[in-house]
């Protein structure tokens, strides 16, 4: 599980069998330092680094908008939408207090009418 805290709202996250092996490879390859992702000097990534990363992955692959971590959150958010889980599950999902900002995801989610009327 992973353990996410935004504001006062935490909650667990499983992770799948694919997640768990890649963490524990990295782990066994880098295992001078007790954190799972970190900089030159075995301390974990700051927050700006990240930022840094991601923007630089947006500009390496060549998209046409500007790329930054919190994206990362919004793909999810579409991506639960998309398959078809249900506002709540995302809210609680994402650990949003106010659930118009979950409603953003199914509001833009043209694909949730497809089949619709079969």
């Given at each position: 599980y992973i353990r996410r805290i935004k504001g006062s709202?935490?909650?667990?996250h499983p992770l799948q069998g694919d997640e768990l092996r890649a963490l524990k490879k990295l782990k066994r390859d880098y295992s001078r330092s007790p954190f799972v992702f970190t900089g030159n000097r075995h301390v974990p990534l700051s927050e700006r680094s990240i930022s840094h990363?991601?923007?630089q992955a947006g500009e390496i692959a060549g998209l046409d908008f500007t790329v930054h971590a919190h994206l990362l959150r919004h793909a999810c958010g579409y991506y639960l939408a998309n398959?078809?889980?249900?506002?709540?599950?995302?809210?609680?999902?994402?650990?949003?207090?106010n659930?118009?900002?979950?409603?953003?995801?199914t509001r833009l989610s043209p694909a949730r009418f497809e089949g619709l009327w079969s």
């Open positions: 709202r935490s909650s667990r990363i991601v923007h398959k078809g889980i249900d506002t709540r599950t995302i809210q609680d999902y994402l650990g949003h207090a659930i118009q900002n979950t409603v953003r995801y």
